[in-house]
């Protein structure tokens, strides 16, 4: 099948009585064009009377474009860029179709044809600006939903939170069952009952069923207070709050307070471990910091007579390399020893060996047999120990919680950070 030459006519009333120019005149432009460099090939009319460039939602467009598909069509020639579309992304998005099927497009008026190096390097700024529109596209839908925020109203879709109803016009006003739920266990953390206990209690007082896992979050996050964050910005009274500040404020101490004296030291990958240049044991503080209802803990390492503190994430980074370090040595260490003890064993047993086929003890066969099985008992051992099994850093980061505790706990019996300096001073390792 021999390709064809696609001339594609678009005009809008609007443009006829503006510019002149309509359908007729296009037509008689292209045609100029392709009697000078295609004058054997067939052409086919593609044209769209009284269509805008709004989109690409028009019917001989869609033809042309179905056609570019079925790969009859080898170039595409238009009057003009904007007969084609109206804006960037369209633009970009129709030239990359084109290109997709090895067509070629030809704007007369413009003098772009997209398979010339001028063409190419429009093509590219073409995807650089349409980029940079769709992200300006995003970026007014995020102005959008601020402004949504700005006027009280709930921008996330879906149900209201925990605690509101969503009205009509989109703003949230309390559910006072829920509200009162929310109450009655913060009391309960407040007074010192476990998550586990208050899912149990509020499930028996309301047949309300929480899992605890999730309580805390649902305690501590800002909107019980009245307060939304959107995209990093604070809404203070966005919604009718449902719990006053002064229980809130205990509610968070407390979350605080249990972080550091609970079950939950084990969060402190370094507890009792971190010591100040100073001399000091330092301590565990923790902030929680809430972005959009979710909170986040950051802990510290803390020393009292320095007044500074240090992030455990930090630490975990600078220790961790060294760590994998050492353990690497001391594996390696350990191997090479064993293989000494190996080859040593293995050479008295030979010797004994030796000796008793040498006294008689034992006759040649035996003598033969028992070698030749010490020496694959001694190759199977070397090859064992040639694997040194290496550690990463990326095993630092598969561990849990638990496990980091206790990997540090087994290697570790003292680290010294300096804070003038911001960096640890030294690590002791436990004798092995
Ligand atoms: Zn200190």
Redesign the pocket.
């Known amino acids: 099948m021999k390709r064809i030459i696609a001339m594609y006519l678009r005009v809008s009333t609007l443009d006829q009585a503006r510019n002149g120019y309509g359908l007729g005149d296009q037509e008689v432009q292209c045609k100029k064009y392709i009697d000078l460099y295609y004058p054997n090939d067939e052409v086919e009319i593609y044209k769209d009377d009284g269509y805008s460039a709004k989109n690409l939602e028009r019917p001989e467009m869609a033809r042309m474009l179905d056609d570019m598909k079925k790969g009859k069509i080898h170039t595409i020639i238009a009057f003009k860029l904007d007969r084609l579309t109206r804006n960037v992304v369209d633009t970009y998005k129709l030239i990359k179709q084109v290109m997709d099927y090895n067509c070629s497009l030809v704007a007369v008026v413009d003098r772009l044809d997209i398979t010339s190096a001028n063409g190419r390097m429009f093509v590219g700024l073409l995807s650089l600006i349409s980029q940079w529109e769709r992200e300006v596209i995003s970026e007014r839908t995020i102005a959008g939903l601020e402004q949504m925020v700005r006027s009280g109203k709930y921008p996330c879709g879906g149900k209201a939170p925990y605690g509101w109803n969503k009205t009509e016009d989109g703003k949230l006003v309390i559910n006072e069952d829920e509200a009162e739920i929310i109450n009655y266990m913060t009391d309960c953390y407040i007074e010192g009952y476990s998550l586990k206990d208050i899912s149990k209690m509020v499930f028996a007082k309301y047949g309300y069923r929480k899992s605890w896992r999730h309580l805390k979050e649902l305690l501590i996050r800002k909107l019980n207070i009245g307060v939304f964050e959107f995209h990093g910005v604070s809404y203070d009274d966005f919604v009718p709050p449902i719990m006053n500040l002064n229980k809130y404020n205990e509610l968070l101490k407390m979350a605080a307070h249990r972080e550091v004296h609970s079950l939950e030291k084990q969060t402190y990958t370094f507890h009792h471990l971190v010591y100040?240049?100073?001399?000091?044991m330092m301590q565990h503080v923790c902030t929680i910091k809430h972005n959009s209802g979710v909170s986040t803990i950051y802990r510290y390492y803390y020393?009292s007579?320095?007044d500074?503190r240090v992030n455990q994430s930090f630490l975990e980074k600078e220790i961790f390399e060294t760590l994998f370090l050492e353990e690497f040595r001391i594996k390696t260490i350990e191997k090479h020893k064993k293989q000494e003890q190996i080859l040593s064993s293995l050479e008295s047993k030979k010797e004994e060996v030796f000796n008793a086929y040498k006294e008689n003890v034992v006759d040649f066969d035996t003598y033969k047999f028992t070698m030749a099985k010490l020496e694959k008992e001694r190759n199977v051992a070397l090859k064992e120990l040639s694997s040194l099994d290496i550690v990463s850093n990326s095993k630092y980061f598969e561990m849990t919680q638990e496990e980091k505790y206790a990997y540090v706990h087994d290697m570790i019996s003292k680290i010294i950070f300096d804070?003038d300096e911001q960096i640890v001073l030294s690590i002791q390792f436990k004798r092995k």
Do not use: H, L, R, V
């Not at 100040?276 to 000091?280: L, V």
């Open positions: 100040c240049s100073c001399g000091e020393c007579k320095c500074k804070f």
